[in-house]
């Protein structure tokens, strides 16, 4: 999937979510004079659609309005900072690297330019997220891939998923995120766009099943860096290590998250 699939900018949660959500190829550009009005409201929350480019509205548009399946899961609760949480969400290939290292999953993340990247659930889910706004308790994205399974062999279509979330405290009192998606997917086959009613039960449990599996692996993550800062640390310094830069935050994160237990284990791994 977190901060955010795949694991769901993003294993922080984007990586999590980039394989978390049906979605297809689009290979038709949107009109660049239409003006297109997205709701403002989604399952009870209100998303500030009005920064969203007219041209990114007007592909969002027509998977919200004509959606196959519309899911809501959350609130969860991830214990991560809010400046960790974020850093993870907007680097998807380090959040999933570190998942996979920690034996969390089987996620997979690679950019693929400026606020977009490829990913992999590791369970017949794949495709490419591209972050469409963000602010400092938003983030909307848009989907297109492919899912795989005996039950639905592949399925292809697109995603729109709005993440709203908010800072809070556990019961130690220490930081965490409280996040909230709601996601809507459009099947790309006309045939089974058609069989909507019959199979939009099944498709909306994959999706929600996928959703909330992304973000519980981000909380799992989070629990690792708050219970096993070292082990996390071993981690991501065991060759190949992570970039120095990625290092060097997890250093200071980790620190900030677990001083005590972390302050020796750096300076012993440093170069």
Not at 136 to 160: I, N, Q, W
Request: overall charge positive; charged content about 20%; proline content about 7%.
């Amino acid at each position: 999937m977190i901060p955010g699939w795949w694991c769901w900018r993003k294993a922080g949660l984007l990586s999590l979510i980039a394989a978390i959500v049906l979605g297809t190829a689009i290979t038709s550009s949107p009109a660049q004079s239409k003006t297109c009005a997205l709701p403002s409201q989604h399952a009870g929350m209100t998303f500030p659609v009005e920064q969203i480019d007219a041209n990114w509205a007007c592909r969002l548009q027509p998977i919200i309005e004509q959606y196959t399946t519309a899911n809501k899961v959350g609130p969860l609760r991830t214990p991560l900072p809010m400046f960790v949480y974020f850093y993870l969400l907007d680097r998807p290939p380090l959040a999933a690297g570190l998942i996979n290292r920690l034996d969390l999953g089987l996620y997979k993340s690679e950019a693929r330019g400026p606020g977009r990247f490829w990913g992999d659930d590791g369970e017949g889910t794949s495709g490419i997220v591209e972050l469409v706004h963000q602010d400092s308790s938003h983030r909307v994205y848009y989907l297109e891939g492919s899912h795989d399974s005996t039950v639905l062999p592949h399925v292809t279509g697109r995603a729109v998923v709005l993440v709203k979330m908010n800072v809070i405290k556990d019961g130690q009192g220490n930081d965490g995120m409280e996040t909230t998606l709601v996601a809507y997917t459009k099947l790309d086959s006309r045939i089974l766009a058609g069989l909507a009613s019959l199979i939009r039960p099944l498709i909306g449990s994959t999706v929600a099943r996928k959703l909330t599996k992304g973000v519980e692996v981000v909380n799992r993550l989070g629990q690792e860096m708050r219970q096993h800062p070292d082990r996390v640390l071993f981690e991501a310094l065991d060759p190949p290590s992570l970039r120095d830069d990625e290092v060097a935050f997890l250093k200071q994160a980790l620190k900030s998250m677990h001083p005590s237990t972390t302050a020796n284990r750096s300076k012993m791994l440093s170069p």
